[in-house]
Every structure is written in structure tokens, then in C-alpha cells.
């Protein structure tokens, strides 16, 4: 690689390196009570992506994202799904990585696009409303906080079916 391609990862990859948090199961903290989230679909007040605060209280669950919210009664809840996926995170910080990115020579952005690369917890949310009509919201979380925002609803009063067990990767029956 040339002098500009190795220095432009590196400053890329220290600009990133102090935005990263450790996992919560590895420094033995527990999930804060209201984790910052990001509504992907589902309410109706509340616009799609929209970034806000998630938290049960009063018996609700409650989404607040700057003057516009929305709360979904615990009793309302029918089924929490979790789940976790891999994004391509950054917002305007990301366009311009994927930019330089394509830029690069010899194909050398690629790793470029991989420092972007980011695991959320997906937590998937049915519920009905007053009239019986059955709603779902979907909820991109912090890695590792889905599980304690499940125990929190479900604790809460919210329905919920069991929870999957993992699969192991190798063993057969």
C-alpha cells in the first residue's frame, strides 16, 4: 500500500478506536435503565429511525424521541422477539468512509467499510392496541441490551413465549 492509503486507515481507525465501548458481560456492568435506541418501524407518532430513549416504567413501554413519543401498555404486549444483526453504522461519517473508501487504490478500501461494521440487538415488539388491532415495533439496541429490556417487560406483566435456546454450531443429535 502507498503512504497515503496506510496513513488514511489509520487516522480512520484512531477516529473510531475511542467511540467504542466494551461490552456489558465484559467489564460486569448491568444494561442501563433507559438505553439509547433507535426506532426503526412500528409507532405512530414517532418517525421511522428516529433515535431516542427506551424505558419501562408506569406500566408501559415507553419510546421518547426529542418532542414526539409513544407508550405501549406492558398488558397490550402479546410477544418480545431478540435477535442481533450486523450494520454498516457511521451516518454522515460513514458516507464519507464508504467514499474514500471507493477511492482507495488497488482495493485497499475494503477495510475501510469493515471498521464500519457494527452488531445491534434487534428487539421486535407485538402488541394490540384499544380497538384489538395488532401493531409490532422494531427497536435497534445497543449489543447486550436486548435480553434485559425482555426480562424488564416480561417482569413487567408483558406475554411472552419462551426464548429460544442457542444452537450449538457442531453437535448433532
Known amino acids: 500500500m502507498t503512504l497515503p492509503t496506510t496513513l488514511m486507515i489509520a487516522l480512520i481507525a484512531a477516529t473510531l478506536a475511542p467511540a467504542q465501548t466494551p461490552l456489558p458481560s465484559a467489564t460486569g456492568a448491568t444494561a442501563p435503565a433507559n438505553p439509547r435506541v433507535r426506532h426503526i418501524i412500528g409507532l405512530e407518532t414517532v418517525e421511522r429511525n428516529a433515535g431516542g430513549l427506551l424505558s419501562v416504567q408506569d406500566g408501559a413501554l415507553e419510546f421518547k424521541s426529542g418532542k414526539a413519543g409513544n407508550k405501549v ?3 397490550a404486549i402479546d410477544d418480545i422477539f431478540i435477535g442481533t444483526e450486523t450494520t454498516q ?6 458516507r464519507v468512509i ?3 473508501a471507493m477511492a482507495a487504490p ?3 478500501g475494503k477495510a475501510l467499510t469493515i471498521l464500519m461494521r457494527t452488531k445491534v440487538d ?6 394490540h392496541d384499544a380497538g384489538g388491532a395488532l401493531h409490532g415495533a422494531i427497536f435497534a439496541l445497543p449489543i447486550g441490551q436486548a435480553e434485559p429490556l425482555r426480562a424488564q417487560l416480561i417482569q413487567a406483566g408483558a406475554h411472552a413465549s419462551p426464548a429460544d435456546k442457542p444452537v450449538n454450531g457442531g453437535s448433532r443429535p
Not at 453504522?89 to 460513514?94: A, L, P, S
Not at 434487534?122 to 402488541?127: A, D, E, G, Q
Open 73 to 75: 401498555p406492558v398488558s
Open 89 to 94: 453504522g457511521g451516518g454522515k461519517t460513514g
Open 98 to 100: 464508504k467514499t474514500a
Open 106 to 108: 488497488y482495493e485497499s
Open 122 to 127: 434487534i428487539l421486535t415488539v407485538s402488541f
